[in-house]
């Protein structure tokens, strides 16, 4: 098996010039407050981009680690391609493509900041490209979380009474 820079063919990219998202990760901003926000490029399979495309992936369990200076993307399930000939691991780690800056930027920070780890947030298309984005988060609390669930219903409140003003 071959490992190929994710791109759709000819036909499929004059449909995806903006970006379309995959697959997300939605829990990831209840559990972690967000500090900053990068889009790697994935070294996939062509099965795997087949059933990424085919919306047969999940990031609920992802987490990305340093190993020999690269960045991997650990415990994402990408399902099996049921047409390939060869298929993939569901599981097994993916190489993250990041500028040397980039990378150093992220180790740095997570070696300074307590807390702190590197998850997907979401799977997308990019030119037809697929990409991850890719967060560096620090845990919340539980007090944090009350506290999101807080804002996020006094913001409906305000929507709410905003709606029924305009009527």
Not at 68 to 82: H, K, M, R, S
Not at 85 to 114: D, G, S
Not at 117 to 129: A, C, D, K, M
């Amino acid at each position: 098996m071959s490992v190929v820079v994710a791109k759709a063919s000819s036909s499929a990219k004059s449909a995806d010039r903006g970006s379309a998202t995959l697959a997300t990760h939605r829990r990831a901003r209840y559990d972690y407050e967000i500090l900053q926000s990068y889009d790697a490029g994935l070294a996939l399979l062509g099965s795997e981009v087949k059933s990424i495309r085919a919306g047969h992936s999940t990031l609920s369990e992802g987490y990305c680690r340093f190993r020999d200076n690269e960045l991997w993307l650990y415990g994402v399930n990408i399902a099996p391609y049921a047409p390939a000939r060869e298929n993939h691991e569901p599981a097994r780690p993916r190489k993250l493509l990041l500028h040397r800056r980039e990378l150093e930027r992220l180790r740095e920070a997570m070696e300074q900041e307590p807390r702190t780890t590197v998850i997907p947030l979401r799977l997308h298309l990019s030119h037809g490209v697929i990409k991850a984005e890719i967060g560096l988060a620090r845990g919340k609390r539980s007090y944090d979380k009350r506290e999101s669930i807080k804002e996020r219903e006094a913001q409906r409140t305000i929507q709410r009474a905003l709606r029924h003003d305009v009527r």
